[in-house]
């Protein structure tokens, strides 16, 4: 919300400036007027065609036998291939499959029409005209009016005084006109004296407009991106250029001017081999001649002075080979850690973030902003069967955070084999594993070659049908070699032997309830009880290398958060209390649906081991007590939805608090507040506001505020006015180091031109 606008739609590019703007708006018309009249007129059954068979309906009907011709008069209507045919008077001919229809002419296919005074059409070749026609498309609310609209070929289009647009009335906001035009579908299309209207009014004029009329990605200019920045970055302009290579790839190129930086050039390159191969690869350069001074600390401190060098590169690939085998890259790299930071308001990475893969092509898994702690490149290979999975990566970080990255492990490469839990031959036991080898690699500190593998038996009972009780038993042996040039009096090789042994108890007990309500007429109340017993004994950590993997990780339940590493001797209980609240919900027609409009849970660890503990002289005092954690869901209401997640400590207070709060009402006002507080580390709150001021006026506002240092993060205040065909709205936004203004302006059915 601070100011950035995604325009460009991943299945479907736009063109900029006032002739490409026309040709994409006059393609989209056609192909949407192409899907009404192409579809013979009306059917069901009756009268026997050539093609088909037609019924017919109307006050007055007589047949010509020796012409073969049919003649219907008063409310005529004819149904013909799922179409229908309407009009005062038709006459049908039986040998050439012509239809003539007159007076209040309608040829109506779902909810697409095409009206005019008189519609001729040919049901055997399909093709035909409307006088003085008007066609209305309805997914996207597009009209086309012309004194004729002529399908000539199967695939060619003929339009006298042509005009599209999708504002409804008489009078429209805007429209683009011509005299006539000409169109072959798959191929191109010429208007002329084309013009741009608002309220009749023309604004702009071409005398002849050619314009692709295709279904498939088309190249071309993109709309641009356009900024103003009043401390960091001056103007910005880029203007990207879409190329279709083939129907399997495309690539686009960005060339962006910023006025304190220089020009910044940066090509999408991304292709689609058939359903199991998929790529997106991006780069981009800048000589950056902004002088920089920051001297906050040791890790964030530079001094800049003239042009430096910068870049970024991300390649991502899958290729699935089957379901159960695929391998994937996510590649990325920039050139400095300050990339981020001094690029947040607009990058690649920022337009195509998305937290799901829903789409192959924006999928980026971070947010590129300047609060972005690590960038991981990994590369993996995954394969499965009916009960084991192989999978091997090789991972790459970097920590902006840290002064060096030399310090940070990689693993080069990660191999883990897993046994998912199944019956161990023909016993009541359940068995399970889990191995992992990592090379860990780094420059200062240790590195060298780790292997864990930890076998599981389980054997669940069944108590009485109301409760489960599960006893384990987990065995972790653990072998490392170091390779790193330190030379310290610790073993470079060794190995270490640990056991758990656990025991879990289990429930789920529910109840209905009868409610008087207009649409709530029961409901459920769950009760989700578990308790859990870990030990795992005292272990030697000498020699153990400071990669040692399994760091702050029991190995059983999360329900025992206890800190340290799988070495740690540990005798603890874990609970954990989940209650839910589920209604049964009436809608408006009567059928039925479920709702959890209410989750709360509870979990804690005590640790025996600590409780026993003799505190000596100095030591810390005993805490057997871990946090407890707090999970809260509230919907009530699709007004109303409540999340929070808390994490409490009996001796140092509340060490974590993340709470939402979403309300909105019918007619489009919301309101969100987050509260973020992670102990020792951010308090932060955030505010979000729309109100619809009126019919025609939305505000919006966005604050963002650093509790902990006292210090503006975001404010964001907006203004839009939309009518039912366009928009245009205005934002100013105010960062801790820079002012933004942003404008935008939308037509519907064209996309939407933006700045900042």
């Not at 924006?362 to 009916?386: C, H, I, P, Q, T």
């Not at 309830?513 to 030990?535: A, C, L, Q």
């Not at 407890?628 to 400590?649: T, V, W």
């Not at 210090?711 to 933004?740: A, F, P």
Request: aromatic content about 14%.
């Amino acid at each position: 919300m601070n100011g950035r606008n995604h325009f460009i739609e991943e299945n479907e590019k736009r063109y900029f400036l006032f002739s490409r703007t026309l040709k994409a708006c006059l393609s989209i018309f056609f192909l949407s007027l192409m899907m009404i009249i192409s579809c013979p007129p009306a059917s069901s059954a009756e009268v026997p065609t050539q093609e088909s068979s037609v019924q017919i309906e109307a006050d007055r009907m007589d047949y010509d036998s020796v012409r073969e011709v049919y003649h219907a008069q008063g409310r005529v209507k004819i149904i013909y291939s799922g179409a229908a045919l309407s009009a005062d008077e038709v006459e049908l001919d039986n040998k050439s499959n012509v239809a003539t229809a007159q007076g209040n002419a309608s040829l109506k296919m779902e909810e697409d029409t095409l009206r005019g005074e008189k519609i001729i059409y040919n049901m055997e070749d399909k093709t035909g005209a409307a006088y003085q026609a008007d066609a209305f498309y309805s997914r996207n609310n597009f009209y086309v009016r012309g004194d004729k609209i002529e399908k000539t070929g199967e695939s060619t289009y003929f339009i006298q005084q042509p005009c599209a647009t999708t504002c409804d009335g008489d009078n429209p906001d805007w429209q683009i006109a011509g005299s006539e035009m000409k169109v072959t579908m798959e191929g191109y299309g010429l208007m002329k004296d084309a013009r741009f209207l608002t309220r009749g009014f023309p604004l702009l004029y071409s005398p002849y407009l050619p314009f692709p009329a295709k279904t498939k990605r088309q190249t071309g200019l993109l709309l641009p991106h356009v900024a103003y920045s009043r401390d960091k970055d001056g103007m910005d302009i880029e203007l990207p250029f879409f190329w279709a290579i083939s129907p399997q790839m495309d690539a686009t190129f960005y060339q962006r001017y910023i006025e304190k930086r220089g020009f910044k050039e940066g090509a999408e390159f991304r292709y689609y081999l058939g359903e199991k191969s998929v790529g997106t690869f991006y780069g981009d350069y800048i000589e950056d001649t902004r002088n920089v001074t920051e001297t906050d600390d040791a890790a964030t401190s530079r001094n800049w002075q003239g042009a430096h060098r910068r870049w970024s590169y991300y390649f991502n690939h899958q290729t699935d080979f089957d379901s159960q085998f695929y391998v994937r890259t996510d590649l990325k790299k920039v050139s400095d850690k300050w990339y981020f930071k001094d690029f947040s308001a607009h990058n690649f990475y920022l337009e195509n973030y998305a937290d799901s893969a829903e789409d192959n092509f924006k999928n980026v898994s971070f947010k590129g902003n300047k609060s972005l702690r690590y960038l991981e490149s990994s590369a993996r290979v995954y394969k499965g069967w009916s009960n084991i999975n192989l999978t091997g990566v090789v991972n790459y970080t970097e920590d902006f955070a840290a002064d060096r990255n030399d310090r940070t492990l990689q693993k080069y490469p990660e191999m883990g084999l897993t046994g998912v839990k199944q019956p161990l031959l023909r016993t009541p036991l359940f068995y399970e594993f889990a191995g992992i080898y990592d090379y860990l690699s780094r420059e200062e500190g240790d590195a060298g070659h780790f292997v864990d593998f930890t076998p599981t038996l389980s054997l669940p009972i069944d108590l009485y049908g109301y409760l489960k009780l599960t006893p384990q038993f987990a065995f972790k042996e653990t072998f490392w070699s170091r390779d790193d040039d330190r030379n310290d009096s610790q073993d470079k090789s060794n190995d270490r032997a640990v056991y758990n042994a656990s025991v879990s108890l289990s429930s789920q007990l529910s109840r209905i309830f009868d409610v008087t309500g207009d649409n709530w007429k029961k409901i459920r109340h769950e009760v989700k009880p578990e308790i859990i017993y870990s030990y795992i004994p005292n272990v030697s950590t000498d020699q153990v290398p400071d990669y040692y993997l399994p760091a702050a990780s029991p190995f059983v339940s999360p329900i025992i958060p206890l800190s340290g590493n799988a070495l740690d001797e540990q005798s603890a209980i874990g609970w954990s209390l989940t209650n839910t609240l589920t209604a049964r919900v009436k809608d408006a027609d009567g059928a039925h649906s479920y709702l959890e409009f209410m989750r709360l849970k509870l979990f804690q660890a005590y640790d025996i081991h600590e409780a026993g503990r003799e505190a000596k002289g100095d030591e810390e005092e005993r805490k057997p007590f871990s946090d407890l954690g707090i999970e809260f869901d509230l919907s009530p209401h699709k007004y109303i939805f409540l999340k929070s997640r808390n994490r409490y400590n009996f001796y140092d207070n509340w060490k974590q608090n993340n709470i939402d709060l979403h309300l909105k009402d019918s007619r489009g006002d919301a309101f969100v507040v987050a509260y973020r507080y992670t102990v020792d580390s951010l308090e932060e709150i955030h505010f979000g506001l729309k109100a619809v001021l009126n019919k025609y006026f939305d505000g919006t506002f966005v604050s963002k505020y650093d509790l902990a240092n006292s210090r503006r993060i975001e404010n964001t205040l907006g203004l839009v006015y939309h009518k039912q065909c366009w928009s245009m709205g205005v934002d100013v936004t105010e960062t801790d180091d820079d002012v933004r203004f942003s404008f935008r302006i939308s037509l519907a059915g064209l996309g939407k031109a933006s700045g900042q």
